[in-house]
């Protein structure tokens, strides 16, 4: 079945750039996300790319896709206080609206 | 886009009662879904709540611990049933349209049972 993995934990300090990785399973996904939550609050998309894309920039946020590898990352740059989250990497199949998350990576921020 | 709002956003409920959540959406979507985060966990996808029909269970859930209504396009229910401690958990309304890529998250029902 479909498998979204990624690293628990990473700690960057305020200024410096955040690299958190993901690798998925399945190969017929079409879109693959990252979604960020904050304490207490849902879920908010921060950017998306599509299968068929190797890099996606928005402002601060990097996304690099290497299909053959399965491999998604998202880069940060410049990170800020206000970019500590769980940060989810998750992806959609071809024929199913189905979004499948991996466990999050809890980014820390030191000032 | 489209704006999600759960009800309630928490609750503390004593074992062996059931509680259910509602999902209002500000706009016609065509899939509604929920989602369990188990606490310090990622969300897992419990069904696909279907407009006129039974919901699609995933593996591991069953119709008469989580029963689901969709009457129609703009609304659904998750009832928690029968609790156990083990139920305490952040449930999630999500919702797509088709021409969307985003899936769009209520900010959650935060359960807890004692």
């Known amino acids: 079945g479909e498998d979204v993995e990624q690293s628990l934990f990473l700690s960057v300090r305020e200024g410096d750039s955040s690299v958190i990785n993901c690798t998925y399973t399945?190969?017929?996904?079409?879109?693959l996300y990252w979604y960020k939550q904050e304490p207490g609050a849902g879920l908010q998309l921060l950017t998306y790319i599509f299968s068929n894309m190797d890099m996606k920039q928005d402002q601060r946020l990097t996304v690099l896709l290497n299909k053959k590898d399965k491999h998604l990352s998202l880069r940060i740059a410049d990170t800020q206080t206000g970019d500590s989250a769980i940060y989810f990497c998750?992806?959609?199949?071809?024929?199913?609206?189905?979004?499948?998350f991996g466990a999050g990576t809890r980014l820390f921020v030191k000032a | 886009s489209a704006v999600i709002s759960q009800k309630p956003s928490r609750d503390i409920c004593q074992r062996g009662t059931s509680l259910t959540i509602q999902c209002q959406v500000d706009?016609?979507?065509?899939?509604m879904f929920w989602y369990r985060q188990q606490p310090g966990q990622s969300l897992t996808l419990i069904a696909t709540a279907n407009q006129g029909s039974e919901a699609t269970y995933e593996s591991g859930f069953v119709i008469d611990k989580f029963p689901i209504s969709r009457p129609n396009l703009t609304f659904s229910t998750l009832t928690v049933s029968n609790m156990s401690p083990e139920d305490s958990s952040i449930y999630l309304c999500s919702v797509r349209t088709g021409e969307q890529v985003e899936a769009f998250f209520g900010q959650g029902t935060r359960l807890t049972v004692v």
């Open positions: 399945d190969s017929s996904s079409t879109y």
């Open positions: 706009s016609q979507v065509t899939m």
């Open positions: 998750a992806e959609t199949n071809t024929g199913g609206f189905k979004t499948i």
